[in-house]
């Protein structure tokens, strides 16, 4: 006897197989539709497009036997005539390919290719080395101008760099510079600046002031050899006394960083002695350009009113109308694509303002660094989204730009290498000895002190921002320029060495801040 519930078990089991095979058949028969009707199309439209140009070759041949006709009663001469022609026209097409091979778009892409990868082969080599990828940075700069393969091979550094190029690629790295010194600037914590202690502003600020005095006597020693003929001697030893007093906040930061010791006692102290020290002397460049541009004492001290106003605006206004928009958005909302669009926009006005005022494009960019506000991670957004950019792709191209204004072989006799040696020697001592002995009056350890005076001694890429703009006031002539690029390199590469160095000479490793018994 048939169970009666089994069998409508077997039926409702039956019944959605026939229902999956029926769908698939349908899906199948669409599917075979669809390639159906896009094969037609195909073939309709090929085949019109082949009847089009075999109407259009019928014209050809009429033109063909006309041309012949008119061949046939020409002079014998006329062949060899039409195979110059035809020879004549292949060269044009090489010489058209190479004409575009050189127009300036395509030297610009070429320029940024070899610098780009120069620069992270040399930068991965200094890595393994101990130093920072971006002195690998600074130093394919130098390679790739007149120091290096300009001697070696000059037609391959003409043929990469031609001078009309130059301008373009120096436009390039300027808006690099303005973006890398807005993320500069957003690095920077004024709140916890205040905060410090009485040892930030000292070490700091006779960090500055040694290095300033012994830029000034130095200055005062070659200004009658080295200076340009048309600088007068205020400006000169002003702007050389600033560039030595400088440190370079974000190599040291990333020195601490490969090293493990940004969370460290004596790590702390010193970001926060660079971040002193970068603020105070950006406001000494500020006055020395105002007082280089301007035309008397008149217009310098209009220049630096105007901007005080500008920094007092942005510090004091605008910080606070910039928390207030931020309160009013959402977190995604200011985590958005967009906002990194708005906020390049306000970098730029920023830039243009200092610009405008008589300083340099740089210091605007710096302010809306600083006013940007920190809530909901908006900072952070905005470095990885605006400074891995500007850091990775536009930086190495003023260092190349930088490269391609040094020129070590100006340096030909041994008078400019002794003054090379001594505004080395000169910056080391009055920025690492200074340091040192300011830390040390602040009861740390002479361990310790002298840990932070090497870090403070690290110049690198602001130095380099530095001696530019003086470069392109005519404050600095080609000599000078090339001996100060030297000392931002030699300054910047003693460091790593020199923190590991104390690192292996002392037992202990945390490099704590310990006061003197």
């Known amino acids: 006897m048939i169970d009666d519930g089994a069998a409508h078990r077997g039926a409702s089991d039956y019944r959605p197989a026939v229902g999956r095979f029926r769908r698939m058949m349908i899906s199948t028969l669409l599917m075979r539709k669809r390639v159906l009707v896009y094969v037609l199309t195909l073939v309709i439209l090929g085949t019109a497009t082949l009847l ?31 195979g110059r022609n035809a020879i004549s026209a292949q060269a044009d097409i ?22 780009l990868l120069s620069a992270r082969v040399v930068g991965a080599l200094l890595r393994k080395a101990g130093q920072p990828s971006v002195i690998g940075e600074m130093i394919v700069g130098i390679l790739l101008g007149p120091s290096l393969l300009g001697v070696l091979w000059p037609s391959a550094m003409t043929f990469l760099f031609p001078p009309q190029s130059l301008d ?25 600046l205040l905060g410090k202690g009485h040892a930030v502003l000292l070490v700091s600020h006779v960090s500055i002031l040694v290095p300033f005095l012994l830029g000034t006597v130095f200055s005062l020693i070659i200004y009658s050899y080295a200076a340009p003929p048309n600088i007068n001697f205020t400006a000169f030893a002003l702007f050389i006394s600033v560039a030595m007093s400088i440190t370079a906040f974000p190599v040291l930061a990333r020195i601490l960083k490969e090293r493990n010791m940004s969370s460290s006692s004596l790590g702390n102290t010193a970001l926060a002695c660079a971040a002193v020290n970068d603020v105070t002397a950006w406001c000494l460049l500020t006055v020395v350009i105002a007082i280089s541009k301007a035309s008397g004492l008149g217009g ?29 958005y959402s977190k995604d909302a200011l985590g958005h694509n967009s906002l990194v669009t708005v906020v390049l926009i306000f970098t730029f006005v920023c830039a243009l303002c200092t610009e405008v005022i008589g300083i340099h494009a740089l210091f605007g960019a710096f302010l809306a660094g600083v ?6 991670g908006m900072r952070k957004f905005l470095t990885e989204r605006v400074g891995v950019f500007a850091t990775g792709f536009l930086l190495p191209l003023f260092f190349a730009f930088t490269g391609l204004r040094t020129q070590i072989g100006l340096l030909n006799d041994w008078t400019s290498w002794l003054m090379c040696a001594g505004v080395i020697v000169l910056a080391v001592a009055g920025k690492l000895g ?3 002995l300011a830390a040390r009056w602040t009861e740390m350890n002479w361990r310790d002190s002298f840990s932070l005076g090497a870090l403070m001694n690290t110049r690198g890429l602001i130095e380099l921002i530095v001696l530019n703009i003086g470069y392109d006031l005519g404050i600095l ?3 000078i320029f090339s001996m100060m690029v030297c000392m931002a390199l030699v300054t910047t590469c003693m460091a790593s060495p020199l923190i590991g160095w104390v690192g292996r000479k002392s037992k202990s490793s945390s490099f704590e801040l310990v006061p003197v018994r």
């Open 434 to 436: 200074g340091s040192m």
């Open 477 to 479: 002539s080609p000599r």
């Open 300 to 328: 310098a001290v209009w220049v630096i009113f105007l901007t005080i106003i500008f920094t007092g605006l942005m510090l004091f206004v605008v910080k606070g109308q910039l928390k207030r928009i931020a309160h009013s």
């Open 52 to 82: 089009m140009l075999r109407a259009g070759t019928s014209l050809n041949t009429s033109r063909l036997r006309s041309q012949n006709a008119a061949d046939a009663g020409a002079p014998a001469g006329d062949a060899r005539t039409r």
């Open 168 to 192: 373009a690629l120096g436009l390039l790295s300027q808006v690099g510079l303005v973006i890398f010194m807005f993320v500069v600037g957003m690095e920077l914590d004024v709140e916890h």
């Open 371 to 376: 006013v940007m506000p920190a809530r909901a």
């Open 94 to 115: 090489a010489s058209k390919q190479l004409k575009d091979s050189r127009h300036p778009l395509s030297i610009l892409l070429l320029q940024v290719i070899a610098i």
